[in-house]
């Protein structure tokens, strides 16, 4: 049988296979422990093989994938699973995933996949509507948070160069510099490398006990570099921080940008969805006013890793940062918005149908089902934050930010190091298996932290992670 060209029946049979064992998958998450510890070597032993010449039938390879793949995974979908800020994923978007490598459209412009161009407009138009963010604003779907925010900083550093930076370098544009607080994630820096702005030109605001980014402490680092000869040209609020949820007051952040001329972006890739839960929306009041907002479906709207997205409020400024011509891709016989292209307001030539899971996820799902799931993360969170408060063996650290908790295990009379302590917490209990943190620094204390990201999660999951702490101190004792 050549096995490139298969009839519909052996399609059927493998797709029946495959969904199977998704099926089973799900169906056995509560079981599984959240990751099984091991080595790359062992790994390498069970996977390492010469270039295969003949193939192998699939039900073989369905074992392999879940005997070694997804037996020797870390498991983002287990209930208890809070390390880093990881989606658990949906059943329907991994049928999405099959539905999508069948049509395998290059979303590169409309010519290239007209409805698919189309589709993503009005899940662009979505995301607005989730955010409050202007109508006529613009955006697309990238990789993930880090591409959405070198995509925002491309924009801003074009927007307020003094020359055509694009055209002629950043050395024409003078000493930019951009700002951003202590807690901020680290792409920003990484994008003002990759962007010739220099990772020594982002300014690192120190927060306030809030672990907001210092509003005195900004306005000081910004004369300073005025005063040095420096062109201050961006502003990134954090809409949910990496390490403890914390959120920056985005409209203080937005005047003092308009006094300042500078580019307000948003990072919103963990905390964006956020306003999807009523009581969070006061967060967003002034998200409007921002240039740029830098969002990750694939993280709190439950999408497969690989959804990010970038909205500018003047698609214009992306325009001018990302236009680009040649003959091989000239959309001949195309006008307005037929001739739209992705690749003018994004980095990417060669673009998957990200859209697709996303459209899948809000059509089957409801927006309004995304909301309570949200909703009941954010009470696990809470509900955490109070159990830990009542423990009299744990303190937290800081305060419970959207739904990520920050804490440590501190028990009575211990007169030792509680960082070092913490630190053997972690190891033993992410390699015990039924519970994963993963940890930060907070004010100089060593915590235990936690993201809740899954629909799945209880409050009674949340009972058990503290009960897995406690285990893993014990069984260190």
């Known amino acids: 049988m050549d096995k490139l060209i298969l009839p519909p029946e052996e399609i059927r049979s493998l797709g029946r296979a495959a969904v199977e064992q998704i099926a089973a998958y799900y169906d056995t998450l509560d079981e599984r422990p959240v990751l099984i510890p091991t080595t790359s070597r062992a790994l390498r032993d069970l996977l390492d093989e010469p270039l295969p010449q003949n193939g192998m039938d699939f039900d073989t390879l369905l074992r392999i994938l879940d005997e070694v793949i997804a037996r020797y995974s870390r498991h983002s979908a ?26 395998n459209i290059n979303v590169t412009c409309w010519r290239s996949g007209p409805a698919a161009t189309d589709l993503e407009h009005v899940t662009i138009d979505w995301m607005k509507q989730i955010l409050g963010y202007p109508a006529q604003a613009g955006g697309l779907l990238v990789s993930g948070g880090s591409m959405a925010n070198f995509a925002a900083l491309a924009a ?27 807690a901020g994630h680290f792409s920003i820096s990484k994008a003002a490398g990759m962007l010739g702005i220099g990772e020594a030109n982002v300014r690192s605001v120190p927060t306030n006990a809030q672990m907001q980014i210092d ?54 890739a963990y905390g964006g969805f956020a306003a999807l839960a009523p009581a969070m929306r006061p967060l967003f009041a002034h998200i409007a006013e921002a240039d740029s907002v830098a969002l990750d479906p694939h993280k709190w709207l439950y999408l497969p890793v690989g959804c990010g997205c970038v909205l500018y ?30 690749w003018d307001y994004g980095p990417e030539l060669s673009r998957p149908f990200r859209a697709l899971d996303l459209w899948l996820l809000v059509k089957y799902v409801g927006a309004a089902r995304l909301a309570q799931a949200v909703e009941q993360n954010l009470d ?33 009379g211990y007169t030792g190091d509680l960082n070092a302590l913490n630190e053997r917490i972690l190891v033993k209990l992410q390699r015990a ?35 897995d702490v406690r285990r893993a101190y014990l069984d260190l004792t």
């Not at 287990?78 to 049509?103: C, D, K, N």
């Not at 409020?313 to 292209?341: C, Q, V, W």
């Not at 809470?382 to 501190?410: K, T």
């Open 78 to 103: 287990h209930p208890r699973f809070f390390g880093y800020i990881s989606s658990p994923g949906t059943p329907v978007t991994s049928v999405g995933a099959m539905l999508a490598a069948a049509l």
């Open 313 to 342: 409020r003047d698609p214009a400024t992306a325009h001018a940062a990302f236009s680009h011509a040649a003959d091989y891709t000239r959309a001949i016989g195309l006008e307005r918005d037929e001739a739209f292209a992705f």
């Open 215 to 268: 509003l005195t402490a900004l306005e000081r680092l910004v004369q300073q570099d005025l005063a040095a000869g420096y062109r201050p040209f961006c502003l990134v609020a954090n809409a949910g921080t990496t390490a403890t949820g914390a959120f920056d007051p985005i409209g203080e952040l937005a005047e003092f940008a308009r006094r300042h001329q500078l580019w307000l972006h948003v990072d919103a």
């Open 156 to 182: 801003a550093r074009s927007a307020k160069a003094t020359g055509n930076v694009v055209r002629d370098g950043v050395a024409a544009a003078g000493r930019m510099c951009a700002y951003v607080s202590s």
């Open 433 to 467: 298996g039924s519970s994963y943190l993963s940890n930060a620094m907070v004010h100089g204390k060593f915590a235990l932290r936690g993201c809740v990201l899954n629909y799945r999660t209880t409050r009674r999951d949340m009972e058990v992670l503290l009960e």
């Open 380 to 412: 696990c969170a809470r509900y955490f934050g109070e159990l830990v408060e009542a423990s009299g063996d744990c303190e937290l650290l800081a305060p419970v930010g959207l739904s990520i908790f920050c804490f440590r295990y501190a028990p009575r």
